[in-house]
């Protein structure tokens, strides 16, 4: 068990004072969905679930002020990494969005919680038919089936639309107070806000860059270009201009907000770049290896290239001077800056087309596994008939 569930489930106060736990994102639907069984009269503790890709731990108290919830903040960090590296059992989606694979982990989690803290059931804000991978009727089986959560894992927005849970057949919750939204609209959704009062009304989502194409790019790309990859490691897809080449990552940053970031998330073995006598951009390269002196010197010239100002003065053929500081010490090297090296930008297309063969193997192991479940009943039903 991880021990970010450890200190929630040890967490003074918390044993025996909740009679549920929510998957929460910090979206409307997770919002609701609390809202509605909370109005039951039923103690309800949100887990917001955090790692490099998703979560916003700092909002905690913003969303205890604003809607009259308890959330405690999760995370999950490493479970997410492993999950991407190694390939979700049920696939990715357009993106690099595991999305089936990823409420199971988190429906699992919450179960850990639930069990440790003595909370009776689990509440999730999906809706049904709202996102066509994670909420078809199939994935929330699957979702059940995999935490073993089925009867005890509750989705108040869409119950009616459902088969009932444990928790509203023993009268726990009462099913007639539950509602029947689906589909991908939001009006109902908007109604019961406005009904509640709410002040600002998040969206619809929780804010997963795994399913950006851009943000899900990048993120492909550093775990193509490491071998083990660290949550920090996703900061540096967050600048404004983002390279790989060979087992090097390189963030270049457009605004000052993205400048302070890389500033930042440096280490001391990345190399940091900028231009030595003219105003330009900051760049910081990455790599779990030495950065060899031709590298270095093409990362710096695409660095140097867009030093726009820098770059419409410079006279036909001379060179810009770039300072390197890397592990406290400075060197500088003169470069031409260009934007033809080795270093290319992460792509959604070159992503899909990988992704292509991680599904394609995906499928290929749920169908063995569905394949020797099947010859194992067969087995067995021939045992019982000799």
Not at 200 to 223: M, V, Y
Request: glycine residues 8%; aromatic residues 8%.
């Amino acid at each position: 068990m991880s021990n970010s569930v450890e200190k929630v489930k040890n967490k003074a106060g918390l044993r025996d004072k909740y009679d549920a736990v929510a998957l929460f994102s910090g979206g409307l639907d997770s919002i609701l969905a609390m809202r509605v069984v909370m109005d039951q009269g039923l103690r309800v503790l949100g887990l917001h679930f955090c790692s490099p890709f998703f979560g916003e731990a700092a909002n905690v108290a913003k969303w205890k002020q604003l809607y009259g919830i308890d959330v405690q903040s999760v995370d999950i960090s490493q479970e997410m990494l492993a999950l991407i590296k190694n390939g979700p059992k049920n696939g990715f989606g357009s993106c690099l969005n595991p999305c089936t694979d990823c409420h199971t982990l988190m429906a699992t989690k919450a179960r850990e919680v639930m069990e440790g803290i003595n909370a009776k059931f689990i509440i999730s804000g999906e809706v049904l038919w709202q996102r066509p991978m994670s909420q078809r009727p199939d994935a929330l089986n699957i979702v059940h089936r995999e935490s073993k959560t089925k009867g005890v894992l509750l989705r108040p927005l869409s119950a009616l639309k459902l088969e009932p849970t444990e928790v509203e057949l023993n009268g726990l919750v009462d099913r007639n107070k539950l509602l029947g939204i689906y589909g991908r609209g939001r009006a109902d959704q908007l109604q019961l806000a406005q009904a509640y009062g709410f002040s600002e009304i998040p969206s619809s989502g929780g804010g997963c860059i795994l399913t950006e194409r851009k943000s899900s790019a990048r993120i492909w790309a550093i775990f193509s270009q490491f071998e083990q990859p660290a949550n920090e490691d996703f900061l540096l897809a967050k600048a404004g201009r983002f390279f790989y080449n060979d087992g090097y990552i390189l963030a270049i940053n457009k605004t000052s907000e993205q400048a302070e970031l890389l500033e930042r998330c440096a280490r001391p073995s990345d190399v940091v770049m900028e231009l030595a006598d003219d105003m330009g951009p900051l760049a910081v390269g990455r790599s779990d290896k030495p950065w060899e002196g031709a590298v270095l010197e093409q990362a710096a010239a695409l660095m140097a290239s867009y030093a726009n100002k820098a770059v419409r003065n410079l006279p036909s053929g001379m060179l810009l001077r770039v300072s390197v500081k890397q592990y406290g010490s400075e060197k500088f090297i003169s470069v031409l800056p260009s934007r033809s090296t080795a270093f290319k930008e992460a792509t959604w297309e070159e992503m899909v087309q990988a992704l292509k063969v991680v599904n394609k193997k995906m499928t290929e192991q749920r169908l063995a596994r569905k394949r020797e479940k099947f010859y194992t009943w067969i087995s067995r039903k021939k045992y019982k008939r000799d």
